[in-house]
């Protein structure tokens, strides 16, 4: 599975907007892009995933870049709910079952 | 609640001691994993079965030794462990082993604790 990079923290303020980024350069064109999150003390949870169009559901939003080398998380008005690991995955079509998780991106959001 | 639960949730045991992780899915899957997370470290995944056959093991040291019974029960059998091993232990589960969009619903997890 390629590899993806994402910043270790960040930091939110309730309410508002939250954007978080993901690299992965090296995607193939059969790889999809899936974001799961870790709450404290829990299992993670799946978010949302996408190929090459941008995707919406009840959670969140995922833009992701024309030439797929990258996508963007949006959390449209995040809440104290919202504070967890965030983990970007590549999961080829067809291939591996295996979640290969990084370190994510450790959200805060603040009252 | 995802549909996946866990017994026990906290464990402290000896290292000569032998316990038991259990895992049962409630969404009629058919695939189910287990992963180890350690402090500081990535989750990485220990074992994968579908239709109650094991269709992966991670180089896991034998002193884990899953157990699928069918497709709605995973056991972790552990004995002999080592402080080392002291972690949080989650189970998954997914529709079938397709890759690209098969969601896999977690556990709430088993923490461990090997003294």
């Known amino acids: 599975d390629a590899k993806t990079t994402q910043p270790n923290s960040m930091e939110s303020n309730e309410e508002e907007p939250v954007h978080l980024p993901c690299n992965h350069s090296?995607?193939?064109?059969?790889?999809?892009i899936h974001w799961y999150r870790q709450l404290p003390s829990q299992g993670p949870e799946y978010v949302i995933h996408?190929?090459?169009s941008n995707v919406n559901n009840r959670m969140a939003s995922l833009a992701i870049a024309e030439d797929r080398k990258s996508s963007t998380l949006i959390l449209h008005r995040a809440t104290l709910r919202d504070a967890a690991v965030y983990y970007c995955?590549?999961?080829?079509?067809?291939?591996?079952?295996?979640?290969?998780f990084g370190k994510g991106t450790k959200l805060t959001v603040n009252p | 609640e995802t549909g996946v639960t866990q017994t026990p949730r906290h464990l402290v045991m000896g290292m000569t001691n032998k316990k038991s992780l259990k895992c049962e899915q409630h969404?009629?899957?058919?695939?189910m994993y287990w992963y180890k997370q350690s402090a500081k470290k990535p989750l990485e995944l220990m074992f994968v079965?579908?239709?109650?056959?094991?269709?992966e093991n991670n180089s896991v040291p034998s002193r884990f030794s899953p157990e699928c019974p069918n497709s709605s029960h995973l056991f972790l059998h552990l004995h002999t462990l080592q402080p080392e091993d002291s972690a949080l232990y989650l189970c998954?589960?997914?529709?079938?082993?397709?890759?690209?969009?098969?969601?896999?619903?977690f556990g709430p997890g088993t923490r461990l604790t090997v003294l």
């Open positions: 998954a589960s997914s529709q079938d082993l397709a890759g690209s969009y098969n969601e896999q619903f």
């Open positions: 090296t995607i193939s064109g059969t790889d999809y």
């Open positions: 996408g190929l090459t």
């Open positions: 995955i590549l999961r080829s079509q067809g291939g591996s079952e295996k979640l290969v």
């Open positions: 969404l009629g899957h058919n695939a």
């Open positions: 079965y579908n239709f109650k056959e094991q269709t």
